[in-house]
Structure formats: structure tokens, C-alpha cells
């Protein structure tokens, strides 16, 4: 499927699993540490947006130093696989984790019911900003007038280019028998040109 110069992949018939909790990020990344190690973070705060990567149990910066995700409203942790994602709430924080493998239980998370779908692969969104220099060790700068400078975790990014976050839609009908949306994975922050090649050889 080709919209727009994009190239979309469909899988028909992916169970889409989400267990959810009452959970502060740092219990819910702590739940669920090895199905997101090396995932992509991004957490917005009253101040700033962050970027790192999940190593270890920790999220990291680009300079490989913890990032402080305390002032945090809202996150997104992500990899290829699953996505987890979590909003602030007074006394903690919603979670919800999503991917096409069925977890295992988890102490304190519920499953939501399982939907059988298609899956769209190959959706993006520009990322603000052009690459301030090619990308070094897995990481590259974005720089923008109304942004300011912001290093995401991209490889192949060459001087001046874009960065794309790529995610998966989910499809199903409803009770009218139309194709509707039902869920978007986050799966990864790419370089704009590499799409292609990357969801072509995605399983």
C-alpha cells in the first residue's frame, strides 16, 4: 500500500494485548523491564520534552546519564515489540502496556479484552528540526528555530536530514461493520530516508 510516497505494510489477523494498572512510571518500567530493555523513551514535563533509551532498568540520556523522569506527566516507553505507556494521575499514574504477545501476569494488572485486527505498518510523523551533523553512536541533534536543540536516538541521520517516529495502526470494525482505528503502537524513531527498507524486512 503506497499513500502519499509512503510504503504501508498490512498483517491481517494480530491479537492486539493490553494489561493495565494504577502504577508510578518507575513501578510499571520496573514490571515490565525486560520487554523493554533498549526501548525508546519520550516523557513530556510542564518544562521540556525528554528522549533517552531503557538500558538496564534505567532510562538514559544521550550523554549516557540518567534521566530524572519525576516531573513527568505523561510517558511513552517503546521498541519494536511493545509500547508502554503512562499518564499522571494524582497518587501515581495510569499504565497501560501494549504489544501482540500475550504477557505474563503481572501482580496488580489487568488484562483488557483481545482484539483480533489488521495491522498497518509503516505510519509516520515527522520529527520537528533538521540533523545539526550526522548521527554519532546511535544518536543525532535536531535543531529548530522554535525548538532549540534535541537529541533523539536515531542512526543514519545525515547532516540536515529528518528524523520520523514510525508506529503501527491497528484496524477492526465496530458494531456497524465499518473499518475503524482502534489502537497506534509507537515502534521506533528512524532516519526519514530508511523507512522503506527498515518495514520491508520487519517480519
Do not use: K
Not at 508510578?24 to 520496573?30: D, K, V, Y
Not at 519520550?42 to 521540556?48: D, V
Not at 523522569?69 to 494524582?90: C, D, P, T, Y
Not at 504489544?99 to 482484539?115: F, H, I, N, S
Amino acid at each position: 500500500m503506497n499513500i502519499d510516497g509512503a510504503v504501508l505494510e498490512t498483517t491481517a489477523d494480530v491479537a492486539l494485548y493490553r494489561v493495565t494498572a494504577s502504577s508510578t512510571l518507575t513501578e510499571a518500567l520496573a514490571t515490565w523491564a525486560p520487554q523493554l530493555e533498549g526501548a525508546v523513551a519520550l516523557g513530556w514535563s510542564a518544562e521540556r520534552v525528554e528522549v533517552g533509551v531503557f538500558v538496564d532498568g534505567v532510562l538514559i540520556g544521550h550523554d549516557s546519564r540518567p534521566i530524572g523522569h519525576q516531573a513527568w506527566f505523561q510517558g511513552h516507553v517503546f521498541s519494536s515489540e511493545v509500547e508502554l505507556r503512562w499518564l499522571a494521575r494524582r497518587g501515581g499514574g495510569t499504565a497501560v502496556l501494549v504489544g501482540e504477545t500475550d504477557p505474563l501476569p503481572a501482580d496488580g494488572w489487568a488484562a483488557l479484552p483481545t482484539v483480533t485486527c489488521l495491522r498497518i505498518d509503516g505510519v509516520t510523523s515527522l520529527v520537528w528540526g533538521q540533523a545539526d551533523g550526522p548521527s554519532e553512536a546511535g544518536w543525532v541533534r535536531l535543531s529548530a528555530a522554535r525548538i532549540g536543540n534535541l537529541a533523539v536516538p536515531a542512526a543514519g541521520v545525515q547532516d540536515g536530514g529528518s528524523v520520523v517516529l514510525v508506529s503501527s495502526e491497528y484496524v477492526a470494525r465496530d458494531v456497524h461493520g465499518n473499518a475503524v482505528v482502534i489502537d497506534e503502537r509507537l515502534r521506533t524513531l528512524s532516519a526519514q530516508s530508511s523507512i522503506g527498507a527498515q518495514e520491508s524486512g520487519d517480519g
